[in-house]
C-alpha cells in the first residue's frame, strides 16, 4: 500500500501523509475513539479531491472528511485516508445581498464568515461553542445549532445549496426543486439521476412515510439528529406531501460526510441582530421550578433561553478570574434561567423587557429577577461558559466524557425528562450537572468516568443504553446537535425501529454502494465501547521528568488533558496567542493539540528505554515556540511550553545538543566574557562579513540582526549610582536579568531612574542569570542549578512589602511559572513566585494605592501603540502595562490585537525558522506598526520583540519603562 500512496502523493497537487507521526496526529478528534488512519489528505483543488475517490474506490479505502476537528461523537476517525480541507478550501466564493444568501468552501471559520458579513449587515446565524474555529463544512456535517436556534434555526434550515463529489467522483448540485425539475432529475443517466430514482421509490409509499412519521423524533423538536433526515423530505408533493418544493440539502445535512463530499455550500443569512439587548438572569430555588418556567417564558420572542446550575456557578465562585463575572447573583440559586431579549428601537425593549418580568412574576417560580444590559450580558455569558470549562478540568483519569451530553427533547416534556434523567443518574453515583439549551429542549451532561477502567468501559455503555431508552420513550433524539458518529450510531435502530433503520441502510448504499465515504459512521457503526483512546486496564507506563509535573499527575496525564477542542486553531482574527505556528502554516502538526496528541501515542505505546527519543516527538515540537498560550487559553490547560522542555531535555541525554543550541543556551555566560571587548565583539556582530561568517556557521538566518552589547552592565551602573533614599514609599528589589544586564541595560537605569524619582528605593543583589535560554533548549539540569541558587538568595529577602521586580518578562516570570517545577524547596519557591512582579504590575499596583500620580509625569503629548510580551499574556496580562502608560494626561495609549511576534528568544534567528517567525509577524503586528503614525511611539516590553519589531517594520520599538522614564517631571 504504500507504494500505491507514494504514487498518489506525486499526482495530488496538494499533501498527502503516510508516516507515523501524522497518522497519530489524526487518530483521535475531540470524542473519546481512536483508530489510526491510512494517510492523511490536504487536497488542494476538486481535482485532487476527485483523485482521491478514485483512489479510494479501486484500493478498498475509505475518505474520512475533516474541517477542525472538534467533533465530539468520533465523526472524524477512521481507518481510511483523513481528507482535511480546512487548508486549502477556505474560500468565501461568492455573496448576494439581494437573496441574502454567500456561498462557501467547507473550510471558512464560522466566526471569519461572521466577521466578513458585518460590513453588510448580516450574519450566519447557527452559533456553536467552538465558533471561533468551527468550519462550515463540519456545522454541515453535524447540522449544529448553538445557543441561538430558537432564533435563527439550526444549520440544516440555513442550507441553500450544496455543490458535491458522488462516490463515483461525479459533480452534483443539490438545492430547492419544484416537483417537476425532480421528476426530470430522476431521468438523468448519472449517477445523481439514480440518487433522484432511488429515493423516490424508497420514500413515495404511504406505508414508509408512516413509518418514518411513527418513528422520528418529534418534529416540533428542531435540534435532532437522529440517523438521516429522511423525515425532513416528507412534505414534498413529489414523495406524497403537500409543498412543491424539495432541497436534498436537508438530507445531506447531519449526515456526517456519508453520504458526498461537499466541495461548495450556499447558506441562506439573516440581517444582524438588534443591538439593543436585555437579559433577564432567573434565579430559582429548585431546578424543578426553574424548568416549569421554560414553556411560559417562551411564549415571548427569546434570542436566548439557556439554563446553568448550581454546580457551574459555584465552579466559578472561588474564581479570581471570574469573580467579577459573579455581578448579578443573588444568593445561592439552585438554578438560573437566562433569557435574552432584543429589539431595534430601547421603547420595543422596554416593553418586551415588562411583558416577560410579568410572566415570571406572575408565575412565581423565580425569586430574582436581574436585568443585565449590553456588555454586563457577555459577562454573564462567559461565566456559563468559564463554569463549564472548570467543570471539565478534573486532574488525573476521570473524565467528563461525551456520551450522552446531547439529549433533546421537546419543550413541554423537559421537566418530567429531567426529573426521570436525574433518578438514572443517581442510581449509577453520578453527580448530574444541568447546562441546558432550555429554549430547544436540549440537555448537555457529562458522565464522570474513568474510560482505562474496565469497570467504567461498562457504566459508559450501561448508561448510555438506559439514557437512549429514556429518549425514545419521550420521543426525543439522542442527539441535538453534535451529530450520531460512533458513540450514538449504535442506538439509531433502537431509537427509530429496526425498518426504518434499514431504510437509512438503504438510503446509504444509494449514495455510497463501495461505502468509501466516511463508514461506520450513522450506519453499520461498531460498538460504542470499541477503539477507545485508552485500552481499559491497560498498566499506565511510569516516566520520570526533571521538572515537576505533580500539577497534571505526571508528563503523560498531562498531554492526556488535551480533549481535542481545538481552541489552539483560532486564527488570529480571533485573538489571544495560541498557536502562532498553525497560524503561519495552518497544519494540524503544528497545533497545541497535535503536539499533545503526538506525546500521548509515543510516550504511552514507547519500548524504548527513553520514551522521548524518537524522532517524531523532535518533528512535532520543531515549530512549537514556547509562547505559553495554551497554559493560559486551553481550556485543559495543556502546558505545552514545559512539556517541550522537558522532551528537549530527554531526547537531548539520548541525542546529544548543537553547537547552535548550546551557544543560545549559554548566551548569558558568552555574553559575560564577550561583554569585556563589547566595542571589539559589536563590531564583528555588526561587520557584513564578520556577522554573515557568525550566522553562517552557527545557522542564524542572513536577514537577522545581531544583538549589540551595552556598554555598561546594568550591575556596574548599580554599583556607581546606589542611592539610600531618607523617606522612600517602599524598597523594591530589582532582578536584573541577563538580558537587561548585557543587551539592554538603558532600560535597567530608566526603571532605577523611574523608581527612585518615583521615591522608591531600589536594590539589585547579586545573583544568577534567570535561566531562560537554558529553559528554552533544554537544558533542565542547569536550569535547575539556576533556579535553586535564585529561590535560595530571594526567598528570605522577599516580601510583599519588598517585592522582586523585573523588566524581561521571560526572565522574571520564571519565577511564577518554570521555578515552580524546578526548584527544590517548593514552599520557598512558590513565596517567592507570590512577590515576583513585571515592573508594571507593581506600577498598577501602587496607582491603585494612590502612590503614584500623573502629576509625577509631564503632560506632554504622546500617541503609544503596545504590544504585549506572549509571556506577559499568559501569566500577568497585558493590562498592567496599559495601565501604566496611560498615567500621564496625554498619552494615549491603544493595546496592538497581535497575538506572538514570531521571534520568540532564539526562534526567530535559526535559519530554518526565519520563514515562518516572519509569517507570525505579519499576521497582526507588523501590519500594525506599519499603519501607525510616524510619530507614534511602539511599546514592546519583550527584548524578542523589539528585535523583531525592527527586522519587521524598520521600526524602533522601546520599553513601557524607557517611555514612562523619559516622561518623569
Same mark, same amino acid.
Given at each position: 500500500?504504500?507504494?500505491?500512496?507514494?504514487?498518489?502523493?506525486?499526482?495530488?497537487?496538494?499533501?498527502?501523509?503516510?508516516?507515523?507521526?501524522?497518522?497519530?496526529?489524526?487518530?483521535?478528534?475531540?470524542?473519546?475513539?481512536?483508530?489510526?488512519?491510512?494517510?492523511?489528505?490536504?487536497?488542494?483543488?476538486?481535482?485532487?479531491?476527485?483523485?482521491?475517490?478514485?483512489?479510494?474506490?479501486?484500493?478498498?479505502?475509505?475518505?474520512?472528511?475533516?474541517?477542525?476537528?472538534?467533533?465530539?461523537?468520533?465523526?472524524?476517525?477512521?481507518?481510511?485516508?483523513?481528507?482535511?480541507?480546512?487548508?486549502?478550501?477556505?474560500?468565501?466564493?461568492?455573496?448576494?445581498?439581494?437573496?441574502?444568501?454567500?456561498?462557501?468552501?467547507?473550510?471558512?471559520?464560522?466566526?471569519?464568515?461572521?466577521?466578513?458579513?458585518?460590513?453588510?449587515?448580516?450574519?450566519?446565524?447557527?452559533?456553536?461553542?467552538?465558533?471561533?474555529?468551527?468550519?462550515?463544512?463540519?456545522?454541515?456535517?453535524?447540522?449544529?445549532?448553538?445557543?441561538?436556534?430558537?432564533?435563527?434555526?439550526?444549520?440544516?434550515?440555513?442550507?441553500?445549496?450544496?455543490?458535491?463529489?458522488?462516490?463515483?467522483?461525479?459533480?452534483?448540485?443539490?438545492?430547492?426543486?419544484?416537483?417537476?425539475?425532480?421528476?426530470?432529475?430522476?431521468?438523468?443517466?448519472?449517477?445523481?439521476?439514480?440518487?433522484?430514482?432511488?429515493?423516490?421509490?424508497?420514500?413515495?409509499?404511504?406505508?414508509?412515510?408512516?413509518?418514518?412519521?411513527?418513528?422520528?423524533?418529534?418534529?416540533?423538536?428542531?435540534?435532532?439528529?437522529?440517523?438521516?433526515?429522511?423525515?425532513?423530505?416528507?412534505?414534498?408533493?413529489?414523495?406524497?406531501?403537500?409543498?412543491?418544493?424539495?432541497?436534498?440539502?436537508?438530507?445531506?445535512?447531519?449526515?456526517?460526510?456519508?453520504?458526498?463530499?461537499?466541495?461548495?455550500?450556499?447558506?441562506?443569512?439573516?440581517?444582524?441582530?438588534?443591538?439593543?439587548?436585555?437579559?433577564?438572569?432567573?434565579?430559582?430555588?429548585?431546578?424543578?421550578?426553574?424548568?416549569?418556567?421554560?414553556?411560559?417564558?417562551?411564549?415571548?420572542?427569546?434570542?436566548?433561553?439557556?439554563?446553568?446550575?448550581?454546580?457551574?456557578?459555584?465552579?466559578?465562585?472561588?474564581?479570581?478570574?471570574?469573580?467579577?463575572?459573579?455581578?448579578?447573583?443573588?444568593?445561592?440559586?439552585?438554578?438560573?434561567?437566562?433569557?435574552?431579549?432584543? @429589539?431595534?428601537?430601547?421603547?420595543? *425593549?422596554? +416593553?418586551? &423587557?415588562?411583558? =416577560?418580568?410579568?410572566? !415570571?412574576?406572575?408565575? %412565581? $417560580? @423565580?425569586?430574582?429577577?436581574?436585568? *443585565?444590559? +449590553?456588555? &454586563?450580558?457577555? =459577562?454573564?455569558?462567559? !461565566?456559563?461558559?468559564? %463554569? $463549564?470549562?472548570?467543570?471539565?478540568?478534573?486532574?488525573?483519569?476521570?473524565?467528563?466524557?461525551?456520551?450522552?451530553?446531547?439529549?433533546?427533547?421537546?419543550?413541554?416534556?423537559?421537566?418530567?425528562?429531567?426529573?426521570?434523567?436525574?433518578?438514572?443518574?443517581?442510581?449509577?453515583?453520578?453527580?448530574?450537572?444541568?447546562?441546558?439549551?432550555?429554549?430547544?429542549?436540549?440537555?448537555?451532561?457529562?458522565?464522570?468516568?474513568?474510560?482505562?477502567?474496565?469497570?467504567?468501559?461498562?457504566?459508559?455503555?450501561?448508561?448510555?443504553?438506559?439514557?437512549?431508552?429514556?429518549?425514545?420513550?419521550?420521543?426525543?433524539?439522542?442527539?441535538?446537535?453534535?451529530?450520531?458518529?460512533?458513540?450514538?450510531?449504535?442506538?439509531?435502530?433502537?431509537?427509530?425501529?429496526?425498518?426504518?433503520?434499514?431504510?437509512?441502510?438503504?438510503?446509504?448504499?444509494?449514495?455510497?454502494?463501495?461505502?468509501?465515504?466516511?463508514?461506520?459512521?450513522?450506519?453499520?457503526?461498531?460498538?460504542?465501547?470499541?477503539?477507545?483512546?485508552?485500552?481499559?486496564?491497560?498498566?499506565?507506563?511510569?516516566?520520570?521528568?526533571?521538572?515537576?509535573?505533580?500539577?497534571?499527575?505526571?508528563?503523560?496525564?498531562?498531554?492526556?488533558?488535551?480533549?481535542?477542542?481545538?481552541?489552539?486553531?483560532?486564527?488570529?482574527?480571533?485573538?489571544?496567542?495560541?498557536?502562532?505556528?498553525?497560524?503561519?502554516?495552518?497544519?494540524?502538526?503544528?497545533?497545541?493539540?497535535?503536539?499533545?496528541?503526538?506525546?500521548?501515542?509515543?510516550?504511552?505505546?514507547?519500548?524504548?528505554?527513553?520514551?522521548?527519543?524518537?524522532?517524531?516527538?523532535?518533528?512535532?515540537?520543531?515549530?512549537?515556540?514556547?509562547?505559553?498560550?495554551?497554559?493560559?487559553?486551553?481550556?485543559?490547560?495543556?502546558?505545552?511550553?514545559?512539556?517541550?522542555?522537558?522532551?528537549?531535555?530527554?531526547?537531548?541525554?539520548?541525542?546529544?545538543?548543537?553547537?547552535?543550541?548550546?551557544?543560545?543556551?549559554?548566551?548569558?555566560?558568552?555574553?559575560?566574557?564577550?561583554?569585556?571587548?563589547?566595542?571589539?565583539?559589536?563590531?564583528?556582530?555588526?561587520?557584513?562579513?564578520?556577522?554573515?561568517?557568525?550566522?553562517?556557521?552557527?545557522?542564524?538566518?542572513?536577514?537577522?540582526?545581531?544583538?549589540?552589547?551595552?556598554?555598561?552592565?546594568?550591575?556596574?551602573?548599580?554599583?556607581?549610582?546606589?542611592?539610600?533614599?531618607?523617606?522612600?514609599?517602599?524598597?523594591?528589589?530589582?532582578?536584573?536579568?541577563?538580558?537587561?544586564?548585557?543587551?539592554?541595560?538603558?532600560?535597567?537605569?530608566?526603571?532605577?531612574?523611574?523608581?527612585?524619582?518615583?521615591?522608591?528605593?531600589?536594590?539589585?543583589?547579586?545573583?544568577?542569570?534567570?535561566?531562560?535560554?537554558?529553559?528554552?533548549?533544554?537544558?533542565?539540569?542547569?536550569?535547575?542549578?539556576?533556579?535553586?541558587?535564585?529561590?535560595?538568595?530571594?526567598?528570605?529577602?522577599?516580601?510583599?512589602?519588598?517585592?522582586?521586580?523585573?523588566?524581561?518578562?521571560?526572565?522574571?516570570?520564571?519565577?511564577?511559572?518554570?521555578?515552580?517545577?524546578?526548584?527544590?524547596?517548593?514552599?520557598?519557591?512558590?513565596?517567592?513566585?507570590?512577590?515576583?512582579?513585571?515592573?508594571?504590575?507593581?506600577?498598577?499596583?501602587?496607582?491603585?494605592?494612590?502612590?503614584?500620580?500623573?502629576?509625577?509625569?509631564?503632560?506632554?503629548?504622546?500617541?503609544?501603540?503596545?504590544?504585549?510580551?506572549?509571556?506577559?499574556?499568559?501569566?500577568?496580562?497585558?493590562?498592567?502595562?496599559?495601565?501604566?502608560?496611560?498615567?500621564?494626561?496625554?498619552?494615549?495609549?491603544?493595546?496592538?490585537?497581535?497575538?506572538?511576534?514570531?521571534?520568540?528568544?532564539?526562534?526567530?534567528?535559526?535559519?530554518?525558522?526565519?520563514?515562518?517567525?516572519?509569517?507570525?509577524?505579519?499576521?497582526?503586528?507588523?501590519?500594525?506598526?506599519?499603519?501607525?503614525?510616524?510619530?507614534?511611539?511602539?511599546?514592546?516590553?519583550?527584548?524578542?520583540?523589539?528585535?523583531?519589531?525592527?527586522?519587521?517594520?524598520?521600526?524602533?520599538?522601546?520599553?513601557?519603562?524607557?517611555?514612562?522614564?523619559?516622561?518623569?517631571?
Amino acid at each position: 500500500m504504500n507504494q500505491k500512496l507514494k504514487k498518489l502523493d506525486q499526482d495530488l497537487q496538494g499533501e498527502l501523509f503516510y508516516d507515523a507521526l501524522w497518522r497519530r496526529i489524526f487518530a483521535t478528534d475531540a470524542s473519546v475513539y481512536r483508530t489510526i488512519p491510512l494517510a492523511v489528505a490536504y487536497p488542494k483543488n476538486l481535482e485532487d479531491i476527485k483523485q482521491l475517490i478514485s483512489f479510494a474506490n479501486k484500493n478498498n479505502t475509505s475518505l474520512i472528511p475533516r474541517t477542525a476537528g472538534t467533533s465530539l461523537a468520533g465523526q472524524c476517525v477512521g481507518e481510511g485516508i483523513v481528507v482535511d480541507v480546512s487548508k486549502y478550501f477556505t474560500s468565501i466564493l461568492e455573496l448576494d445581498t439581494d437573496k441574502k444568501t454567500v456561498k462557501v468552501q467547507p473550510g471558512v471559520i464560522r466566526d471569519d464568515l461572521n466577521r466578513y458579513l458585518q460590513a453588510h449587515k448580516l450574519f450566519f446565524g447557527p452559533n456553536t461553542s467552538t465558533s471561533n474555529r468551527c468550519m462550515i463544512g463540519g456545522m454541515v456535517g453535524n447540522n449544529s445549532s448553538g445557543t441561538t436556534s430558537i432564533k435563527y434555526g439550526t444549520t440544516r434550515e440555513k442550507v441553500v445549496e450544496m455543490k458535491v463529489l458522488l462516490s463515483d467522483g461525479s459533480e452534483a448540485v443539490f438545492s430547492e426543486i419544484s416537483s417537476k425539475e425532480f421528476r426530470k432529475k430522476m431521468e438523468l443517466d448519472t449517477m445523481e439521476g439514480e440518487i433522484y430514482r432511488k429515493l423516490y421509490e424508497e420514500l413515495k409509499p404511504e406505508a414508509v412515510r408512516d413509518q418514518i412519521t411513527a418513528g422520528f423524533p418529534k418534529p416540533e423538536i428542531h435540534r435532532r439528529n437522529t440517523g438521516y433526515a429522511v423525515d425532513e423530505l416528507l412534505p414534498a408533493e413529489v414523495l406524497g406531501g403537500n409543498e412543491d418544493k424539495i432541497n436534498i440539502c436537508k438530507l445531506l445535512s447531519g449526515s456526517e460526510g456519508t453520504l458526498a463530499f461537499t466541495t461548495e455550500i450556499t447558506l441562506q443569512l439573516d440581517a444582524l441582530p438588534p443591538e439593543n439587548a436585555v437579559m433577564i438572569a432567573a434565579h430559582f430555588e429548585s431546578l424543578e421550578k426553574c424548568l416549569q418556567a421554560v414553556v411560559p417564558a417562551m411564549q415571548h420572542s427569546l434570542f436566548t433561553c439557556e439554563m446553568m446550575d448550581k454546580v457551574i456557578l459555584d465552579c466559578t465562585r472561588n474564581s479570581l478570574k471570574y469573580r467579577e463575572n459573579r455581578f448579578f447573583i443573588e444568593g445561592d440559586p439552585a438554578a438560573i434561567l437566562m433569557l435574552e431579549i432584543r @429589539a431595534f428601537s430601547e421603547e420595543e *425593549l422596554t +416593553n418586551r &423587557t415588562a411583558e =416577560l418580568l410579568k410572566t !415570571l412574576t406572575d408565575s %412565581g $417560580l @423565580a425569586y430574582a429577577l436581574p436585568v *443585565l444590559r +449590553n456588555e &454586563t450580558i457577555d =459577562l454573564a455569558l462567559e !461565566l456559563r461558559k468559564a %463554569g $463549564l470549562g472548570l467543570l471539565g478540568n478534573i486532574v488525573g483519569d476521570r473524565k467528563a466524557v461525551a456520551c450522552i451530553e446531547d439529549t433533546a427533547v421537546a419543550v413541554e416534556d423537559l421537566a418530567a425528562y429531567i426529573s426521570e434523567f436525574s433518578q438514572l443518574m443517581l442510581n449509577y453515583g453520578q453527580d448530574a450537572v444541568y447546562y441546558a439549551h432550555a429554549g430547544a429542549g436540549e440537555l448537555h451532561l457529562r458522565p464522570i468516568l474513568n474510560l482505562k477502567k474496565e469497570d467504567d468501559v461498562v457504566l459508559f455503555r450501561k448508561i448510555t443504553e438506559e439514557v437512549a431508552a429514556l429518549v425514545k420513550k419521550y420521543g426525543g433524539s439522542m442527539s441535538g446537535e453534535h451529530g450520531d458518529g460512533r458513540v450514538r450510531a449504535e442506538f439509531i435502530q433502537l431509537m427509530i425501529g429496526e425498518e426504518n433503520y434499514n431504510l437509512l441502510k438503504r438510503v446509504k448504499n444509494i449514495f455510497d454502494p463501495n461505502n468509501i465515504f466516511n463508514p461506520g459512521k450513522i450506519i453499520d457503526a461498531p460498538p460504542m465501547d470499541e477503539s477507545l483512546r485508552y485500552v481499559p486496564g491497560r498498566k499506565e507506563p511510569e516516566i520520570e521528568t526533571i521538572m515537576d509535573f505533580s500539577d497534571s499527575l505526571g508528563i503523560l496525564r498531562g498531554a492526556e488533558n488535551c480533549n481535542g477542542s481545538g481552541d489552539c486553531r483560532k486564527p488570529a482574527e480571533a485573538g489571544g496567542v495560541m498557536c502562532p505556528t498553525y497560524r503561519a502554516t495552518r497544519n494540524e502538526k503544528d497545533t497545541t493539540r497535535a503536539r499533545a496528541n503526538a506525546l500521548r501515542e509515543f510516550l504511552t505505546n514507547s519500548d524504548k528505554p527513553n520514551k522521548f527519543d524518537h524522532k517524531e516527538l523532535k518533528e512535532v515540537l520543531d515549530l512549537c515556540i514556547s509562547c505559553k498560550g495554551c497554559k493560559s487559553e486551553c481550556p485543559s490547560n495543556v502546558d505545552m511550553a514545559a512539556y517541550k522542555a522537558e522532551f528537549q531535555y530527554q531526547y537531548n541525554s539520548t541525542n546529544g545538543s548543537s553547537l547552535r543550541s548550546k551557544a543560545f543556551a549559554f548566551n548569558a555566560a558568552l555574553n559575560k566574557k564577550t561583554w569585556r571587548f563589547s566595542p571589539f565583539s559589536n563590531l564583528m556582530f555588526s561587520n557584513g562579513l564578520t556577522s554573515g561568517l557568525i550566522k553562517k556557521s552557527m545557522g542564524i538566518a542572513p536577514q537577522r540582526r545581531l544583538p549589540a552589547l551595552s556598554r555598561q552592565t546594568l550591575s556596574s551602573y548599580y554599583k556607581k549610582n546606589e542611592r539610600k533614599l531618607t523617606t522612600p514609599i517602599k524598597t523594591v528589589y530589582l532582578f536584573n536579568d541577563e538580558f537587561t544586564n548585557y543587551l539592554d541595560s538603558e532600560i535597567g537605569v530608566a526603571a532605577i531612574k523611574l523608581l527612585e524619582g518615583l521615591n522608591y528605593e531600589v536594590k539589585i543583589v547579586k545573583h544568577p542569570e534567570s535561566g531562560r535560554g537554558f529553559i528554552s533548549k533544554g537544558f533542565l539540569k542547569e536550569a535547575k542549578e539556576v533556579a535553586n541558587k535564585n529561590i535560595s538568595i530571594f526567598k528570605d529577602i522577599i516580601s510583599e512589602e519588598r517585592p522582586l521586580l523585573g523588566l524581561e518578562p521571560s526572565a522574571i516570570l520564571s519565577f511564577r511559572d518554570e521555578y515552580l517545577r524546578l526548584a527544590d524547596d517548593k514552599a520557598a519557591a512558590m513565596k517567592v513566585s507570590k512577590n515576583a512582579f513585571l515592573l508594571e504590575e507593581f506600577f498598577k499596583k501602587e496607582v491603585i494605592a494612590g502612590n503614584i500620580t500623573a502629576d509625577s509625569f509631564s503632560s506632554e503629548k504622546k500617541r503609544i501603540k503596545l504590544h504585549g510580551h506572549c509571556h506577559q499574556k499568559a501569566l500577568a496580562g497585558v493590562e498592567n502595562t496599559f495601565v501604566m502608560l496611560n498615567l500621564p494626561k496625554n498619552f494615549e495609549v491603544t493595546v496592538i490585537p497581535s497575538g506572538c511576534c514570531g521571534m520568540a528568544g532564539s526562534f526567530g534567528y535559526e535559519k530554518e525558522h526565519y520563514e515562518v517567525s516572519m509569517q507570525i509577524g505579519e499576521q497582526t503586528l507588523f501590519p500594525a506598526v506599519r499603519k501607525a503614525f510616524a510619530e507614534t511611539v511602539i511599546a514592546a516590553p519583550g527584548t524578542s520583540c523589539r528585535h523583531q519589531i525592527y527586522d519587521g517594520t524598520g521600526k524602533k520599538a522601546l520599553h513601557p519603562v524607557v517611555i514612562m522614564a523619559a516622561a518623569l517631571k
